[in-house]
């Protein structure tokens, strides 16, 4: 199984991003997984930004994204998106995406990773 992220870049504050992360690789279940987005700012830990589940649609937020980023999933495509609105420039990090098999904020639970796309938030 393999994640690919990317979409990041660098905008000005008050700008929009959507990232994407495909998947590929052996087949599984999607029905069964959690997809995560987390992000990690330099000097500080890596941390949940935004969950789903492949199959329901059922999804999570951490409270300094709410409002104002949305993740979807298109399952014909294997692709998970995060829609970043309002983006401001303590969003700067590098976002990651993830898979777990149940919808948790705790980074170790997830099992494979894409390698990371920069955001940067600039003031």
């Known amino acids: 199984v393999q994640l690919q992220a990317s979409g990041g870049g660098l905008v000005q504050a008050g700008g929009s991003l959507r990232l994407s992360c495909a998947v590929s690789?052996?087949?599984?279940?999607?029905?069964?997984?959690?997809m995560g987005w987390f992000r990690q700012a330099p000097g500080k830990e890596r941390e949940f930004v935004a969950g789903?589940?492949?199959?329901?649609?059922?999804?999570s937020y951490a409270d300094p994204v709410k409002g104002r980023f949305t993740i979807s999933r298109d399952n014909a495509k294997n692709t998970v998106y995060l829609q970043m609105n309002s983006l401001k420039p303590e969003d700067t990090a590098v976002y990651y995406c993830?898979?777990?098999?149940?919808?948790?904020?705790?980074?170790?639970?997830?099992?494979?990773w894409g390698q990371g796309t920069q955001v940067t938030v600039s003031s």
């Open positions: 690789g052996r087949t599984f279940s999607f029905s069964r997984y959690y």
């Open positions: 789903i589940k492949w199959d329901s649609g059922i999804t």
């Open positions: 993830a898979r777990d098999s149940k919808l948790s904020s705790d980074p170790s639970t997830y099992d494979y």
